[in-house]
């Protein structure tokens, strides 16, 4: 079973009996303590903006997801998943090398079609294309995929990239169904210990927010904000999104310098790639300053999130937000 050896099983952290039985057990409190020193270390870290990886076994990463839930902390839930899907990959990783079983093993369960036969692993167009969007890198664009009777063939790096991001949507929409009530019963003899958590968190989050120079962050889009918050929890952006970033802050103002400090925080960083397209988008090396693109565009690729802002339905374009907002508050 794929569960003695690997910490993620979406049937099980779903299910609040599991949580309940796991966290409340007199037998073994391994569990719940290793839970809860998990969590208090990725905020210690936090605050010296450090990483905190460690591989959880199955039930101390049902309690801490829920427990995650209950301290309610959008950051920290961020920080919390980020940790996890890398110590997923890594682990998926471990496991196509020594133990190829039970990596298809964990993609049946996770309800992924996966084919391998004599090393080659081959995956469905529409799962490849689900998730290539939000990783960076040409080997993940479709034009450069081989293919063999409508499957894409992947090597080990690729299958485990694709899956760390299925891992982060399979664990938000688990996250988001989670009933906080229930998980405070579940955690209520811990109660004071993850209040005294939260308030720590909360202490540090107020000191770590990004500093954004000169320019009026008030006043941005939400889709700028999206983009942002991003960034600040270390996730990958799409390509489109990146470029929007990049020519709606140059647009405003901001330097060059600030704008490569903000994408430190994504997790395939590399400082001279980021300062080359930086520079290409704000006309150092292209001699064209590149404006962001229209919010019509922005919607097709899925990279608009207006949600009811009364505002993004009066404008096409999202500096024309920022200039309305600044307007109407001078
Ligand atoms: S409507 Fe335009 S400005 Fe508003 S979130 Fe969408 S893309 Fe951004």
Same mark, same amino acid.
């Given at each position: ?16 009996? +599991?949580?309940?039985? *796991?966290?409340?057990?007199? /037998? ?12 208090? +270390? ?26 995650? @839930? ?37 993609? &049946? ?6 084919? !391998? ?7 469905? $167009?529409?799962?490849?294309?689900? #998730? +290539? ?6 080997? #993940? ?18 299958? *485990? ?15 988001? /169904? ?28 107020? @000191? ?6 000169? !320019? ?29 970033? !990049? /020519?709606?802050? &140059? ?9 490569? +400090?903000? $994408? ?13 397209? !930086?520079? &290409? ?35 096409? &374009? ?7 907002? @600044?307007?109407?508050?001078?």
């Amino acid at each position: 079973m794929i569960t003695d050896k690997f910490f993620v099983d979406y049937d099980y952290v779903s299910s609040p009996e +599991n949580i309940n039985t *796991a966290a409340n057990s007199l /037998s073994d409190r391994k569990p719940m303590l290793l839970a809860l020193e998990y969590i208090k +270390n990725i905020v210690k870290k936090y605050a010296d903006k450090n990483r905190y990886n460690q591989v959880l076994d199955l039930k101390s990463f049902g309690i801490a997801l829920w427990m995650i @839930k209950l301290i309610n902390q959008r950051n920290l839930t961020s920080r919390f998943i980020i940790e996890q899907r890398d110590v997923f990959e890594n682990e998926i990783l471990r496991l196509i090398k020594n133990d190829i079983e039970s990596f298809i093993d964990y993609c &049946h369960r996770a309800k992924i079609n996966v084919f !391998v036969s004599n090393n080659i692993i081959k995956i469905p $167009f529409n799962f490849f294309i689900t #998730y +290539n969007k939000k990783i960076s890198g040409f080997k #993940y664009r479709l034009i450069y995929q081989k293919m063999e009777n409508g499957l894409i063939i992947v090597d080990e790096g690729q299958i *485990a990239h694709l899956l760390r991001e299925n891992f982060v949507e399979k664990i938000n929409i688990i996250y988001n /169904s989670i009933n906080i009530d229930q998980a405070a019963q579940i955690f209520k003899s811990y109660q004071s210990e993850i209040n005294l958590i939260r308030d720590e968190f909360i202490k540090i989050n107020a @000191k770590n927010e990004m500093k954004l120079g000169d !320019v009026d962050f008030t006043k941005f889009p939400p889709c700028i904000i999206e983009y942002l918050n991003e960034i600040r929890d270390n996730q990958n952006l799409p390509h489109l999104a990146r470029f929007t970033l !990049v /020519s709606f802050l &140059h647009s405003i103002g901001m330097s060059n310098a600030d704008m490569i +400090n903000i $994408f430190r925080n994504v997790p395939d960083f590399n400082e001279k790639m980021t300062t080359y397209q !930086v520079e &290409h988008i704000t006309g150092i090396i292209s001699g064209t300053e590149y404006s962001p693109p229209k919010c019509v565009t922005l919607r097709s690729n899925h990279l608009c999130y207006m949600d009811d802002d009364p505002l993004c339905r009066k404008i096409n &374009h999202p500096l024309e937000y920022y200039k309305k907002k @600044k307007f109407r508050k001078s």
